[in-house]
């Protein structure tokens, strides 16, 4: 499937590539070894994000170039572990419509396949993973750098080789990017061990509101917590993977609220108890184990929906 | 180096292995697949250990074998991840005065050479993987049962491969046991994700009370919070090191109050800098990035006494 990329690619002069909202270390880690690679042979790379990248990413160098320019002039667009355009962001959902030619990279089982040509991999842990083995058939030459780029999407998709989308291959690509000079440790301490001191307040706020309701545990991360945490509006994301690790635990939500009446909510599974479906109710979309929806609304009007939808699919799920 | 061990293996009939005190996830996976193995090819096998096996690991089949036998007639002592005699606990440490000939599998680099053939890796991320490369050289198939004990091994003494012990070839050996039909998933859910929501309830709390202090970082356990979290008292241990994971900390300390007039301080470092200091000034003891003591006194008195030291320490120390 990764020979489908090359048409599209080798008669490009400018590539403009796009990491998804609300960027991860998977977008952002992919984008960026895609960008370095493409311009080694030549190409002219842009890369572009809807969202600031979030500042636990800033010690992967290059970093600063993601910016929010408009597409205008290019002979291929390609899109970063985003699973529908509107992954993509307010900046750049419309690029549909703009006649471009799209080169779709994803490991999200949902994905739309909304592209020209779409490189979509439900098995890989991380986009990270696919672009591994595109660069392999592209000859292109791994150093470390390309390395701390993909070993950095894959440790933090796989919240360090821990989901169930961690297979034998995927420790089998990370050994090769750590042979390769990518630092796992180095990794670690910046992704893992920087943490603000805003956010661990708000993991304390989150915590204190966790309700355990049957099998489902949930809890909130409101505009005012944030406020009176300082805590960034990206911080506290890693809540959810905690929640979900409570022994009584089948799924987690967590309730992010937002200014302008829009609720965000993450949901995280068990191995074996499929979520998704909550998701794509609301209009999101995800893996089984780990997916999410943007809802219109607040808190008051959001939780009860969701939760109500959450129990339904329990039920029925496992 | 695994070359050695053989021919005190293979003469014996009847072998007895030790797992450590205070057993982890190390000892008892290697020793399980140790004895697996060496049964599978007709030997007879004693599973011992001085301490009872944790039940976080009570998902791993064969576990109810240990227990604390006397060595009486054997023809090879087999230690497992222990560094020195004492670590083979009260019942095990007289064995070098027997006159049995030992195999002494280890991995840590204080490892004191103590036995007759001494496979010790200090480059090893675990024992485990050491055992790895014994069973691959003495042409053992690595069946799931045994890739479950080795991985095991390996997931838990590398926190889930992000310790700086962690190699590439580490990362392959996981890969190799993955293949072999163990479930890092099952590992993981087990071992890192069946958290007691009374002790996440706690861990809200201690976030709540933490204090940034320049380079300190500082929290409180109090007798009452765990009641009011209905979290046992040997919860919320995990949380100093979540503390030290600030990005501003260069040491974190937690202060954890027990009924009748005790305070214990559990300090934690960044690589580099030494707060053995601290714990020793208190009397207590530790190593250069993880100490501790226990104050008589309540946290009113026992907080200022203790900040007043590790700010003195932290002055000097870095």
Same mark, same amino acid.
């Given at each position: 499937?990764?020979?489908?990329?090359?048409?599209?690619?080798?008669?490009?002069?400018?590539?403009?590539?796009?990491?998804?909202?609300?960027?991860?270390? $998977?977008?952002?880690?992919?984008? *960026?070894?895609?960008?370095?690679?493409?311009?080694?042979?030549?190409? =002219?790379?842009?890369?572009?994000?809807? $969202?600031?990248?979030?500042?636990? +990413?800033?010690?992967? @160098?290059?970093? $600063?170039?993601?910016?929010?320019?408009? /597409?205008?002039?290019?002979?291929?667009?390609?899109?970063?572990?985003?699973?529908?355009?509107?992954? *993509?962001?307010?900046? #750049?959902?419309?690029?549909?419509?703009?006649?471009? @030619?799209?080169?779709?990279? =994803?490991?999200?089982?949902?994905?739309?396949?909304?592209?020209?040509?779409?490189?979509?991999?439900?098995?890989?842990?991380?986009?990270?993973?696919?672009?591994? $083995?595109?660069?392999?058939?592209?000859?292109?030459?791994?150093?470390?750098?390309?390395?701390?780029?993909?070993?950095?999407?894959?440790?933090?998709?796989?919240?360090?080789?821990?989901?169930?989308?961690?297979?034998?291959?995927?420790? %089998?690509?990370?050994?090769?990017?750590?042979?390769?000079?990518?630092? +796992? /440790?180095?990794?670690?301490?910046? #992704?893992?061990?920087?943490?603000?001191?805003?956010?661990?307040?708000?993991?304390?706020?989150?915590?204190?509101?966790?309700?355990?309701?049957?099998?489902?545990?949930?809890?909130?991360?409101?505009?005012?917590?944030?406020?009176?945490?300082?805590?960034?509006?990206?911080?506290?994301?890693?809540?959810?993977?905690?929640?979900?690790?409570?022994?009584?635990?089948?799924?987690?939500?967590?309730?992010?609220?937002?200014?302008?009446?829009?609720?965000?909510?993450?949901?995280?599974?068990?191995?074996?108890?499929?979520?998704?479906? /909550?998701?794509?109710?609301?209009?999101?979309?995800?893996?089984?184990?780990?997916?999410?929806?943007?809802?219109?609304?607040?808190? %008051?009007?959001?939780?009860?929906?969701?939760?109500?939808?959450?129990? %339904?699919?329990?039920? #029925?799920?496992?």
């Amino acid at each position: 499937m990764t020979r489908e990329a090359w048409p599209l690619i080798e008669q490009a002069q400018s590539i403009f590539l796009i990491a998804h909202v609300d960027p991860d270390g $998977d977008t952002i880690g992919s984008t *960026l070894a895609l960008g370095y690679a493409l311009r080694q042979m030549g190409k =002219d790379c842009t890369l572009a994000c809807s $969202d600031p990248v979030p500042r636990i +990413l800033s010690f992967l @160098p290059g970093i $600063d170039e993601f910016s929010t320019p408009s /597409i205008g002039q290019c002979d291929v667009v390609i899109t970063v572990d985003a699973s529908d355009p509107g992954r *993509l962001g307010g900046a #750049y959902e419309g690029v549909l419509t703009m006649g471009l @030619p799209i080169l779709n990279i =994803d490991h999200h089982v949902t994905n739309t396949r909304f592209a020209t040509v779409n490189l979509v991999r439900p098995k890989a842990s991380a986009t990270a993973e696919i672009v591994f $083995d595109l660069l392999r058939e592209w000859k292109v030459e791994i150093n470390s750098l390309l390395a701390t780029y993909l070993l950095t999407g894959i440790v933090t998709d796989t919240q360090s080789f821990s989901t169930s989308s961690t297979s034998p291959r995927t420790l %089998e690509v990370a050994s090769e990017l750590a042979r390769a000079g990518a630092s +796992l /440790i180095e990794i670690n301490e910046h #992704y893992y061990k920087s943490k603000d001191p805003g956010t661990l307040r708000l993991w304390g706020r989150m915590l204190d509101c966790m309700r355990v309701d049957g099998r489902l545990v949930w809890s909130i991360n409101t505009v005012r917590m944030r406020e009176e945490c300082q805590a960034g509006s990206d911080n506290g994301n890693g809540m959810v993977n905690l929640l979900v690790s409570v022994r009584e635990a089948a799924a987690a939500i967590l309730f992010k609220e937002y200014e302008g009446n829009r609720v965000e909510i993450s949901i995280r599974s068990r191995p074996g108890v499929d979520i998704s479906a /909550i998701a794509v109710h609301f209009g999101g979309g995800g893996h089984p184990q780990a997916a999410g929806a943007v809802l219109n609304g607040n808190l %008051e009007t959001a939780i009860p929906r969701v939760l109500a939808k959450a129990r %339904e699919v329990l039920d #029925y799920g496992c």
